[in-house]
T-cell receptor
């Protein structure tokens, strides 16, 4: 089915380990985003990508690494996990045009179902 | 730095009542979004507001935008239990890119 999928849905790991969260979208959207959601902070942008091989930092990038070699995939890696990175992670995608081609520049971001990550 | 504030953060209201959620943002922006999130679920887009005076309505929800006041409102009419959720507003950070800054959300609970 078309859409945006995240994996895994749940992950428990230990401090110091490397963990990668996957995000895949089938719309060929140009933009992809990674957010973390924590109580009292809403959603905070970690990294985003405007196209394949183009990435940039968001509000809270420290401790995270991203890559985007293909338009449809945008993995997020925690190189050495810390307890403060326990959170719910959402991937999102968007594009400048609606599929009908009629609307420019006002498409909402479409979110995946999230990954709940616990670091012990 | 763009800041987005929502109030109230928590709202309990009775079925059948009307209420408004407010979203203030600190710098000029040309696009504002409203999202809904059910507990443990993803975010669902509700409205996209593009210009000053824009008003969008869907069922019992109506969103408006005043770019001069840097204020958006989400009005709930005759609330029903199904509207219980957390509502987020989000503002495009800079012209020319698609980054959004989210408010902290308003958790709405509709009491029968």
């Amino acid at each position: 089915d078309a859409g945006i999928t995240q994996s895994p849905r749940y992950k428990i790991t230990e401090t110091g380990r490397q963990v990668t969260l996957m995000c895949h979208q089938t719309w060929s959207h140009s933009y992809m985003f990674w957010y973390r959601q924590d109580l009292g902070h809403g959603l905070r942008l970690i990294y985003y990508s405007a196209a394949a091989d183009i990435t940039d930092k968001g509000e809270v990038p420290d401790g995270y690494v991203v890559s985007r070699s293909k338009t449809e995939n945008f993995p997020l890696t925690l190189e050495s996990a810390t307890r403060s990175q326990t959170s719910v992670y959402f991937c999102a995608s968007s594009d400048l045009y609606a599929t009908t081609g009629k609307i420019f520049g006002n498409q909402p971001q479409h979110f995946g179902d999230g990954t709940r990550l616990s670091i012990l | 730095e763009l800041k987005v504030e929502q109030n109230p953060l928590f709202l309990s209201m009775q079925e059948g009542k009307n209420y408004t959620i407010y979203c203030n943002y600190s710098t000029t922006s040309d696009r504002l979004y409203w999202y809904r999130q059910d507990p443990g679920k993803s975010l669902e887009s509700l409205f996209v507001l593009l210009s000053n005076g824009a008003v969008k309505q869907e069922g019992r929800l109506m969103a408006s935008l005043d770019t001069k006041a840097r204020l958006s409102t989400l009005h709930i009419t005759a609330a029903v239990h199904d509207l219980s959720a957390t509502y987020f507003c989000a503002v495009r950070t800079n012209f020319g890119n698609e980054k959004l800054t989210f408010g902290t959300g308003t958790r709405l609970t509709i009491i029968p």
